[in-house]
């Protein structure tokens, strides 16, 4: 049996309002016998690295083929252009503003659309309603088979923006930063467990202090192995140091934020 095409949605727009209903009907429009599935739409308003983040921790887990809609788009209506994304086993549509910038390097076969032919996208276009307007009938068309350089044409000048990467300044420190936070207060750094494990190679035994605004945050190996309401760590679902608080809220209840910088130092 031939698999369903899939479309998955990221966006920023929420639940109180019908933009993501919206999208999905445009997308059905075109092709009844599409699977849409939400990624994420709570992203923080206008925060395209947030959405780049939740795009490179969801996208490998849906089958060979999906196309990945994003719409975290502060620059709707101005000249930044509408892409198709096409990687080793993904497809990416969204607007051409950075929110691929963790996909690209990513993949070792990459190209990139930019999308100008309007009969892909709805007769009347709005200025301010581009996911509706354009990526969703373009990646309802795609998935109905078209083949991406019907779309428009390649180019190699997309926007990349900077990721923070952690840096060693000697082989028994790393200092990375908070990328992202979630909806527990939970922290998520940009320090990767492969990064720790190469921490003081030549070692046999690893002991890290991780700290965090001058405190230690004890590495852990789950949530519930704490009681108290102190600041501790663990490696996450998605590979990454986290900082937690069990039972509270690391970001509000220590006033730690995206930004705030990490070390792991070994002793």
């Not at 060979?64 to 892409?83: E, F, L, N, Q, Y």
């Not at 076969?109 to 100008?116: A, F, K, R």
Request: some cysteine.
């Amino acid at each position: 049996m031939e698999q369903r095409p899939i479309i998955t949605l990221t966006t920023d727009f929420g639940y109180k309002d019908p933009f993501v209903g919206i999208m999905k009907g445009v997308i059905l429009g075109i092709n009844p016998s599409v699977t849409i599935t939400d990624i994420c739409h709570d992203i923080s308003p206008q925060n395209i690295l947030e959405a780049a983040f939740a795009l490179e921790t969801s996208y490998k887990f849906f089958p060979h083929k999906t196309i990945h809609v994003a719409v975290v788009d502060p620059g709707v209506g101005s000249m930044r252009r509408p892409i198709l994304v096409a990687t080793d086993y993904h497809y990416f549509i969204g607007p051409d503003n950075g929110v691929f910038s963790r996909i690209y390097p990513l993949t070792e076969s990459l190209t990139v659309i930019h999308m100008t032919e309007e009969h892909y996208f709805l007769p009347q276009k709005s200025s301010t309603f581009h996911g509706r307007d354009i990526f969703a009938p373009a990646a309802a068309w795609l998935s109905r088979g078209i083949d991406i350089m019907h779309f428009g044409e390649p180019v190699d000048d997309y926007i990349t923006l900077p990721i923070p990467v952690p840096v060693s300044p000697s082989k028994n420190i790393i200092e990375g930063e908070i990328i992202y936070t979630d909806r527990f207060g939970n922290l998520t750094t940009n320090i990767s467990t492969d990064r720790i494990d190469g921490l003081g190679s030549g070692n046999t035994v690893k002991q890290v202090k991780i700290l965090v605004k001058g405190k230690e945050a004890p590495l852990k190996q789950h949530y519930a192995e704490v009681r108290d309401k102190g600041l501790y760590s663990l490696i996450n679902s998605f590979g990454y140091l986290e900082l937690f608080t069990n039972g509270g809220n690391a970001a509000s209840d220590l006033g730690l934020a995206v930004g705030e910088k990490v070390g792991i130092i070994l002793s």
